[in-house]
């Protein structure tokens, strides 16, 4: 009699060759492009991410990838290759080779300028007379000779 072997319910294990992924990693590839040449979706990798020896795989072969394509910069840079000697330095040394200008914003309080402006003249202004207002409007003379004085204080107006 044969027996049965029953099925074990949920997903089949996917196990990820540690090798390969170091090596397309190396190369300079993208998560979803690694993927897609190991036959694994991407939520797969990224859920066994967080397992030591996936995630040493991945750093690994992107360090491999950045450490040779740094090389070869370095030495068309030593070759006099202009455009990757500027490269270089500006990624390298940033403070002293960049080709950005820096914005500088500032605030000016106008209250602080006047204020300031006033300190500076000072009783200068104290001395000055201030003009005189007339206002015709409120005229109650007929004659456009008269006209009204609302400057005038009352003592000048009773005598």
């Known amino acids: 009699m044969e027996q049965k072997v029953a099925k074990k319910p949920g997903r089949k294990p996917i196990n990820i060759d540690i090798e390969e992924l ?27 991410k ?27 840079a030593l070759e006099g290759k202009e455009t990757s000697a500027i490269f270089f330095l500006k990624n390298r040394d940033p403070e002293n080779w960049r080709d950005r200008q820096e914005v500088i914003t500032a605030s000016i309080n106008l209250n602080d300028v006047i204020s300031g402006a006033k300190d500076r003249l ?31 204080s009352k003592n000048k107006d009773t005598k």
């Open 122 to 152: 000072g009783d200068s202004l104290a001395t000055k007379q201030k003009p005189r207002v007339i206002n015709a409007v409120k005229s109650t003379h007929k004659e456009k000779s008269n006209v009204v004085d609302n400057q005038v």
């Open 22 to 48: 170091t090596r397309l990693s190396g190369m300079g590839l993208s998560e979803r492009q690694i993927c897609a040449a190991m036959d694994i979706s991407n939520s797969t990798l990224t859920r066994k």
């Open 50 to 76: 967080h397992i030591e020896q996936i995630e040493h795989a991945l750093k690994k072969g992107r360090a491999k990838a950045v450490a040779a394509v740094s090389s070869k910069l370095f030495d068309n």
